[in-house]
């Protein structure tokens, strides 16, 4: 049977607490690639007042039931009630021991959730529902219970025998066999249970917390990957550091594992003390791992190591209180990156992310708050909104209350819910009343869908000398939520002189003025701030370091921008008003190209770009942030209806001319940065490389680009630069990038992760002949349908990053599309409605892309026996 076909809609309304007490679970598995068996012993006890005798109801799914005893007595079909993925034990005494015994398929399961086979090692995915595919068990995360487990297995095979906790115990067994136990002594719920077994390798190193415990770092992999551990483990060992240091928090075991396996669903899994990682966030070496990918490393390992006090010692009521866990540890990670590298650089990089993958979801079928009120299927609600929008909402708590405040707020939070399982409601007291400060308003936060937009007027009155701006915010309505409140916004605002120079504000009504960033909070549905004595007309610098995730309306002049992108002490605005200057030129001339006119360069972006490459001084990584021009899909966003043809030409005209009026700029700067020096790891070596590749590519839209990319990936020692010239060369069509291909693939074939970026490079190709090359290149032996990661890296990026392939106007890349989706339903729902969202943002294209899309979408949506994962997807995108 498939993954959550009951199709049933669950409402957080519903919330019942589960009537037991799971004192303890003893679990025994008797380790097989075909078959394992799993035994479990768990002591159930009614919670008080909840009058005995009373149902124990369990979760189960995909599992072959061989016995079950209550209290010691066999029961048996007459004596329980099997009914979907549920049992239900009838009237059990207020002390029940049951002990069941299941046989389970690893080998047999493509879905990658429950226990399942990764090469030649078997491990577990429990989050959200998985540990139901393991054994019957309350799977839910409010019941909360320690673990024993043992595990038995054939030692040549699996002599690496993992689970949570310290191990208490290992025997020989007879016929070469062995047991490994493990025993947890914190609470935990299910879905934070793992095991691994198999023939992994191992490096180590250890932490030494502040208050002295000596902890164990173990990062297992496959053993030909023992080389590229390191950059891991010291992400690890500076995760430990800056927990203790920025939130005093410290690990509490003697031991932590990671596991890194080849075929993961997602990034990586918090499970106590034994997090398992897609291995794409572990394995770098410099020729194999992009600057990109080392920083993905660290946020990763950082991630989950911070889950061990947001989510595990602390974790969710229900599934709806996913953000609590993950918006606040996607905070902690944000804030853990900016102290390890560029604070502005991270900044601009979340920004990005947020407005590219979070405000389409926002604003599409699927668009939910971040504490959703419905769900079909969890998995689909691990979105960027619980986590990317969840992390900014826990970021404005940290901007209300300051540093310390906040630090107040999770002292307080630690200090009342340490063990328990709780709500969102529960975080928002613990900062209000750590903060005596009230936050019910800013509590719709939870419960509102959409972006707010906020429109900004200003008006200055010379006579005298009074600045007022006004800001209204409305948020469009979404799917299920017709009428919207206004939200509390905390608004960080600079004012400058058309010189650059920082005024200092004085609100009307104040005694003196102060000078720096002003934060200011908007509640109301409109808003009027004025300042005195501004000596003339400024320019608003407005939600600085992006002080609240909503869509900024202000009609700036170029010239404005020009002063903020050249003087602006806040990053992020910089970056911004860069942004918007690009943008407002390219979809100026793909309006132009719409009405058949010939296509013009604007001379004020000419001039900001200049200015941009002729700042010596700043961060180099932040100028290549600036010169990145938004991307096609964003742009797409921008417009009623998205012209993808239009988008692609006008930005592709709009680099290429910049890119000929600043080349001396560009091939000066290439040349500087392309000194020859060896790699470096360092931040700062990372920065000179980002901003050398992104030169690189203005210059590859001119004719001189070529020869210095093939220079460059000759001479390259890393896969950042190797990357960034072969990309270059495939995308402007170079008889070089032929044969960089063919080597590229002689030399990586056997590496799972670099073939990764090979299949990237060519899928995300602009024109409606790369659905060919995608198909064709699922018979590369190096894909497999069955593989997460080589599905994103072919598919997910044709299908996503890929606008004018995907949405060919022939209807060529839907077709294709749709039937990957469903051929994969049938292997891996999770995935399966992933790709299937694809199709999200169907109305927003025109009438013959719309009708084509809608064809597959029903097309998927009649096919036999949907998943009710990607049921859900495509009926709302239907609906
Ligand atoms: N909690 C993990 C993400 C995760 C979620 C679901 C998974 O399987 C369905 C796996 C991992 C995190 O936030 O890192
Ligand atoms: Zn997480």
């Not at 577990?124 to 673990?147: L, N």
């Not at 499970?271 to 770098?284: E, G, H």
């Not at 599905?791 to 949405?807: C, E, Q």
């Amino acid at each position: 049977m498939k993954e959550g076909i009951a199709g049933k809609t669950i409402y957080r309304k519903d919330y019942l607490a589960y009537p037991w007490d799971v004192n303890h679970l003893d679990l025994h598995f008797d380790i097989g690639i075909e078959t394992t068996i799993v035994r479990a012993e768990m002591a159930f006890e009614l919670k008080d007042g909840a009058g005995a005798p009373q149902d124990i109801v369990l979760n189960g799914s995909d599992l072959q039931l061989v016995s079950i005893r209550l209290n010691d007595r066999i029961l048996t079909t007459d004596d329980y009630v099997l009914e979907g993925e549920t049992l239900t034990i009838p009237g059990a005494p207020q002390n029940s021991i049951l002990k069941t015994e299941v046989r389970i398929h690893p080998a047999s399961n493509s879905a990658l959730e429950g226990l399942y086979l990764s090469g030649k090692f078997l491990l577990t995915q429990c989050e959200a529902q998985g540990f139901r595919k393991i054994t019957w068990f309350p799977d839910r995360p409010d019941v909360m219970t320690t673990y024993r487990v043992t595990l038995e297995a054939d030692k040549s095979n699996f002599p690496v025998l993992l689970s949570n906790g310290n191990k208490t115990e290992t025997a020989e067994l007879p016929s070469g066999r062995h047991r490994v136990c493990w025993q947890d002594p914190f609470p935990k719920p299910s879905y934070l249970f793992a095991l691994v077994a198999g023939d992994l390798s191992l490096v180590e190193d250890h932490f030494i917390t502040r208050s002295g415990r000596d902890v164990s770092l173990r990062i297992y992999v496959e053993k030909e990957n023992l080389d590229r551990c390191d950059h891991a483990m010291e992400s690890l060992v500076n995760s430990m550091r800056w927990d203790e240091d920025r939130f005093d928090l410290e690990y509490d075991l003697d031991i932590y594992h990671i596991v890194a396996t080849n075929d993961f669903n997602m990034g990586a899994m918090e499970n106590k003390s034994l997090n398992i990682f897609n291995s794409k966030y572990v394995l770098a070496r410099p020729d194999t791992a992009t600057d990109a990918d080392y920083q993905g490393i660290e946020g990763v390992i950082g991630h989950e190591y911070f889950h061990n006090w947001t989510g595990n010692r602390v974790t969710c009521q229900d599934w709806f209180q996913l953000t609590l866990k993950e918006g606040l540890t996607v905070f902690r990670d944000e804030e853990f990156s900016a102290d390890m590298q560029s604070r502005a650089v991270k900044r601009i990089r979340v920004v990005r992310d947020l407005r590219s993958r979070q405000f389409p979801e926002d604003d599409g079928p699927m668009a939910h708050p971040i504490r959703p009120d419905h769900y079909a299927e969890i998995n689909n609600f691990y979105t960027a909104t619980v986590y990317q929008k969840g992390a900014t909402i826990i970021r404005m708590y940290h901007t209300l209350l300051g540093e310390s405040g906040f630090q107040k707020g999770m002292k307080l939070y630690f200090e009342r819910h340490d063990g328990q399982a709780v709500t969102c409601d529960d975080f928002l007291s613990a900062m209000a009343d750590a903060n005596d400060v009230n936050l019910d308003r800013f509590g719709r936060w939870y419960s509102q869908s959409g972006t707010p937009q906020v429109f900004v007027s200003d008006h200055y009155d010379a006579s005298t000398k009074r600045y007022t701006l006004t800001l209204k915010q409305i948020t469009p309505a979404t799917p299920g939520q017709q009428d919207k409140l206004p939200l509390v916004l905390p608004f960080a605002l600079g004012l400058l002189t058309s010189q650059g120079e920082e005024l200092a504000l004085q609100l009307e009504g104040e005694t003196e003025a102060v000078s720096g960033t002003r934060l200011l909070i908007m509640e109301e549905a409109q808003q009027a701030f004025s300042f005195i004595n501004i000596p003339q007309a400024p320019v608003p610098s407005l939600f600085r370091d992006y002080s609240a995730p909503v869509k900024i309306f202000f009609d700036y002049l170029p010239e404005q921008l020009a002063t903020l992108i050249a003087y602006d002490s806040d990053a992020y605005v910089r970056w911004d008003a860069a942004q918007r200057m690009a943008q407002n030129a390219i979809l100026e001339q793909c309006r132009q190209r719409a009405k058949g006119n010939e296509m013009v360069l604007d001379t004020s972006l000419v001039r900001a770009f200049r200015g941009i490459m002729s700042d010596n001084q700043a961060d180099p990584a932040l100028l290549a942030e600036a010169l990145q021009l938004p991307d096609e899909d964003y742009l797409a966003e921008q417009m009623e209806v998205a012209d993808v043809e239009g988008i692609h030409e006008a930005r592709k005209f709009i680099k290429k001319g910049l890119a000929i009026e600043l080349e001396a700029l560009f091939s000066g700067r290439y040349a500087t940065l392309n000194d020859g020096s060896p790699y470096q790891k360092t931040a700062i070596a990372m920065a000179r490389r980002s901003l050398k590749n992104i030169c690189l590519s203005y210059l590859l839209e001119t004719g001189t680009g070529e020869s210095l990319a093939g220079a460059q990936l000759a001479s390259s020692d890393n896969m950042t630069d190797t990357l960034a010239a072969m990309q270059g060369l495939v995308l402007m069509d170079s008889p070089l990038a032929k044969t960089a291909l063919l080597e590229f693939e002689t030399k990586w074939q056997a590496d799972a992760l670099v073939m990764d970026k090979w299949f990237i490079m060519q899928a995300i190709k602009p024109g409606s002949n790369t659905v060919t090359t995608v198909r064709a290149l699922m018979d590369h032996p190096a894909f497999s349908i069955q593989n997460p990661n080589k599905v994103r890296a072919l598919i997910g990026v044709f299908a996503m990053l890929n606008p004018t392939g995907f949405h060919a106007a022939d209807g060529s890349g839907y077709a294709f599309h749709a039937d990957r989706v469903i051929e994969l339903d049938a292997l891996n729902p999770q995935i399966a409605a992933r790709m299937a969202s694809a199709f999200n943002r169907w109305k927003r294209y025109d009438e013959g892309r719309k009708a084509l899309m809608k064809t597959e979408l029903e097309r998927i949506a009649s096919a036999g026996g949907l998943s009710g994962d990607v049921s859900e997807i495509v009926s709302n995108a239907l609906r």
